[in-house]
């Protein structure tokens, strides 16, 4: 007889501890060099076998389409499968966390486990993000988004996100850019400890960051509330914005820094990230 037991998925938030921008291709895409990671949170997907259903539920759930717009239905085009869907929001949408890619890949997880197929290939063209979203864990992206190499596990490493809940459109923060050839991240260090880990992260960048602040102020707003907690250690924003992070020693300082940080507009949320 046919499985068809669920099948539960997890997205969770993608987050790019350094993000450099280190050219541009003919067709304007960007050439990037980043170190991500992800958090233990994110968005909740439930397949079932069916015609390709959406339904959405979740505290960030409001204003996300359930039609072909949906990145979970974008998914199910792309894999030429389908299941029925149940998305519970978590992360927000265009939020420089892949609250959308994150989704995708989840499906594409998903679909797979289901119908019992191999993943799609180039994934990079259903977005740049879900090639690295697809394996969810520490990994170095590069090209535009489809070189993926997973790294040894990195040490214990905690913090909170804020997301000032501003959609940035990700395409006008590139095109804001002032400068595309800046230089590749450093050699990363091997087998480090957290504080050896953020002690390298300060000599790297998020080359985002300015055209994003420029774009929208209230990053630099943030970034300043994170960087003057006393428990922060390094305060940069993530992806193309607006979501920033602030990286703390333990868990429980980020509980702390979450708690002091608590705004009534913000999304505020403590993490450790893998
Ligand atoms: C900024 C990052 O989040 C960093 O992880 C990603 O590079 C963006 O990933 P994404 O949202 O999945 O990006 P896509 O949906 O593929 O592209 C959105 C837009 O971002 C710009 N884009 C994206 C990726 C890249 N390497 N170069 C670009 O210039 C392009 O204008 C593109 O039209
Ligand atoms: N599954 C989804 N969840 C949330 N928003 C979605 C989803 N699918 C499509 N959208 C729509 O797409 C936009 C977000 O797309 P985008 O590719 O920027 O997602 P993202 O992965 O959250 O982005 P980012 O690159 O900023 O991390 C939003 O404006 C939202 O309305």
Partial sequence: MQDTSPVQQIAPAKINL?????????????????????????????????????????????????DARNLVVKAMEFAGLTADVHLEKHLPAAAGIGGGSSDAAATLRGLAQIHGTDLPRDTHRLGA?????????????????????????????????INPRVEVPTPSVFKALTRRDNPPMPDLPEGPDTRTLIDWLKTTRNDLEAPAIAITPIIGTVLERLSQDPDCRLARMSGSGATCFGLSDTRDAAEAMAQRLAHPKWWVQPVSFR
């Fill in 129 to 161: 993000d879900i090639p690295v979203c697809l394996i969810g864990r520490a990994a170095r992206m590069q090209g535009i988004g489809d070189i993926v190499t997973p790294l040894p596990p990195l040490p214990a490493l905690h913090g909170v996100l």
């Fill in 18 to 66: 350094a993000l450099h921008v280190t050219g541009q291709r003919q067709d304007g895409y960007h050439l990037l060099d980043s170190l991500v990671v992800f958090a233990d949170m994110g968005d909740r997907l439930t397949l079932t076998r069916g015609d390709g259903s959406l339904t959405l539920s979740g505290p960030l759930a409001a204003g996300v389409p359930t």
